[in-house]
């Protein structure tokens, strides 16, 4: 267990933004940089070391990098390349970061005490909630159809699988679940689904919405043709699992949905990382 | 009871085209006439006395006409007044249309069988589906919040308040609903909601989400400024009961979001209008 | 509006003993008579024009009277007859009662207040809520298949078919719901359940479960034969939907499930009680 | 994969007799023993051996014992001791059984394939359902209260509790959830519910209705007397996770309320025990 109370706050999107004023509100001291054109985030510091220079506390962004070479910021113009300089500003303090392990790849980080936020549980159970919502948004959206009284697929059933097909079977839709393992089927039955096995999904027939949590190549060419009958969310990160190349050729309305927590619940996600790192700090020290 | 086999579909929007898709799949013939914009509907007459002729059933859209004077055709160049002629042309058949009693203020329909489809109880009850999912969405996409663990009020118990609420509830918002009857407010507490007193609202706390189904004033200024936390959607039509200038006097994210059946769910939409004319055919002759 | 605050509680169950203890934790004077064999309730006076001296108010119990003739009062060895007599001690008080008609029948009660707080739709709604669970219970009890995933019918779509199906519908089974309106149809569609005209009832397959919540005569020998496989209760008041004779003939298990509210959730049932009559004393004088 | 075509049911409850019946449906032969109490299960073998003859697949039930020396067999005044007799009669035929580790402890079972249906995870959770269905009935009849608008707190979350919290929520109640792992604190968030650290129980307050679904000691005296404002129910396996006699003590109604499936839904149970083989049939052999 430890305190963390000056808290600098450096890059990322609306979510640190949001993020720092929380953290304000439980009275940490919150500092922000490379966050300047965000307006309620006013970094007034020349450098990241004047910036940081005081904070017992840093926190990364969401990703961490998108360019692999500098942190992610898109609010400002300011560069700041993932190196060994960052590391030796950051020496001393508690470094609050996504992607721990390609940040510790950068530089010397053994003077720090690195937490990986984005590589815990409860941050990647709770943002299950804004993706799920996310996701019926971009259904209701993107459909001719309601959800109610529709056929939905929802292939895996991970945290994103499990409250998305709670929410759509809530909502009134008809829904399937894909899993493989006895167990998770059983559970699917159990929660008032239908459960198909992934490796039957062909044969399982046509739905009007089809979600794909699963990242590997689900939904290729010949599966699409067959379970396709409307829309298909790709709601699995990169490489993702649904052949979107392959839904244009179908003419199907095939998507990815990426990132939703920080698109279309910014609010509420930062209330999760914020949760997140008042966890930590409520743990042993590593 | 009567049959209907040969129907002509005159003006509307996408889900005129949707509605003679169903229509036709059940079997009956299905012109259709100034809807040459919309790719599905392959209107080839040149004038309405042709394209109605061995007609035995005419729908007109909704709504029936935006200027009041000529029939509401968004995906067509031609312009149809609501006139004399139009009557003439429609003498003798059956005439299914929205605003019954707009149109035959219109013209002489003593020897045509006119029935307002939007004046049934289930067509209304079946919007209510789409629009409380168009709200839904709306919701989701304009709030940095997720529903979920947000405060939401629904002001109203109707269709679209009953359904709505429910939908919030089922997604994990704590939902408080108004009324102003006895009943109304002890079904709501058994739904498991807060109940409040419409004339109450004021004292009741702020909502991250306000939901309006009553079509009359009852969010003017002072009303907003004590409950609007966050976003106000106005899902009543027209005049609405959201002051939307003081919304934005205050600084407050408020909009209206009506006609959401057509909008979000235009086949669900289609669908519903023909089941309604459908149940209308069951029914004894008026 | 008025006050009550020196309250008689006279006969009645349990029900009535909890209600005074939640009057008294209001900070209400509560006395008793009739209930002296439930062990809460203490009475302690010799006679009921003793037991009402200096009270403004009595509360009556529901039933009023199970014979006709005396006032309902199983927890007493009093008898206490519906007569002129009762009537002039009631004299200058508000009488809370059920079924006032009939208590007003018995004796000259036109100097006092009666007020039949059985006749108040919110306690109609809410008594909905216990009588749906103890029917859950019934059911669970009184099968050897679980809810979930079964066949379900619930005649009826006023408070306790709504409150009911809802229920059957989140333990996840398949219900079915019945009513004679288009609108009501559409209501139970909107929900996410099966519709059926209930004049229709009997092509509309086999149910594990049916629940009756319409008080004529629904389930007779035909329409059992062709729609209980199962098991069959009947919450409707008498004389009930549901031959039970049949039911037997048939080797059927139907049987009646009544006041539920007062048997299986007292406490709550007092607690809508309560608040009734509160809601009665918040209104303008009759 | 492989076939079982005849099969021989021996001992058990009614589960096994409607598990007989299932069986039988899908084509199988089915014989009993041990079960002739049963209307349903006819056995006419004057001993196991010729009960078992021609049989390809044996059932036993579900416990296995209750003595640990002779099979579980209510239904039936024949004894069969858990012996190497048995293991004989049973030789070169697939054994399907709960508790298979205490089975072959009994005898020389290696000619024999073994199967511990218990032991499969599918099985667990579809349990999962009827036990939950269970604790509702047993909830609503023993509390003067509704489980609606009352505090129900459910200890652990595992396949019971993820279930019967779902369903607690579902009929209004205030749902929280105890468990250790941020991980599932997070997802008990996400599913609407209060979630509370099971360390931290006795500062969580009073509930009306306690679950435990934990197999260890959670509610000691000390414990029951900061939480337990009502009912609580004990739904762990022995030796469960509530101190009964300290429920005694202190005048609370506790009770564990055991074996739900086959008590309150053994048809149910019977097609879980069915499905749960055939899948064991569908995989590899071992």
Do not use: W
């Amino acid at each position: 267990m430890f305190d963390i109370n000056d808290i600098c706050i450096i890059g990322g999107d609306e979510r640190q933004a949001y993020l720092g004023a929380l953290l304000a509100k439980d009275g940490k001291t919150v500092t922000y940089f490379a966050l300047e054109k965000c307006g309620e985030a006013q970094p007034d510091y020349a450098s990241l070391r004047f910036a940081v220079k005081g904070c017992d506390a840093v926190i990364l962004p969401m990703p961490l990098t998108k360019d692999g070479k500098t942190l992610y910021a898109p609010l400002s113009d300011i560069e700041i390349p993932l190196d060994e300089e960052l590391a030796k500003s950051l020496s001393g303090k508690r470094v609050f970061c996504s992607y721990g392990e390609k940040l510790t790849a950068t530089g010397d980080y053994k003077s720090a005490f690195v937490y990986d936020y984005l590589a815990r549980e409860e941050l990647a159970v709770l943002n299950a909630v804004p993706t799920a919502e996310g996701a019926l948004a971009a259904a209701i959206t993107s459909s001719g159809k309601t959800l109610h009284k529709s056929r939905c697929l929802v292939a895996g059933f991970g945290r994103i699988g499990k409250l998305l097909s709670r929410d759509l079977y809530a909502l009134g839709a008809g829904v399937t679940v894909s899993a493989r393992k006895p167990g998770d089927l059983a559970m699917i039955t159990a929660c008032g689904y239908t459960a198909v096995k992934t490796a039957a999904l062909e044969g399982s027939g046509k739905y009007d919405f089809i979600f794909n949590t699963i990242p590997s190549m689900i939904f290729g060419e010949k599966t699409l043709e067959k379970t396709a009958g409307g829309v298909v969310i790709d709601l699995a990160s990169k490489p993702g699992g649904v052949d979107l190349e392959a839904c244009k050729r179908l003419g199907i309305n095939g998507f990815a949905a990426l990132s939703l927590p920080g698109r279309t619940a910014p609010q509420t996600a930062a209330g999760i990382i914020k949760e997140t790192i008042c966890n930590i700090t409520r743990e042993d020290d590593p």
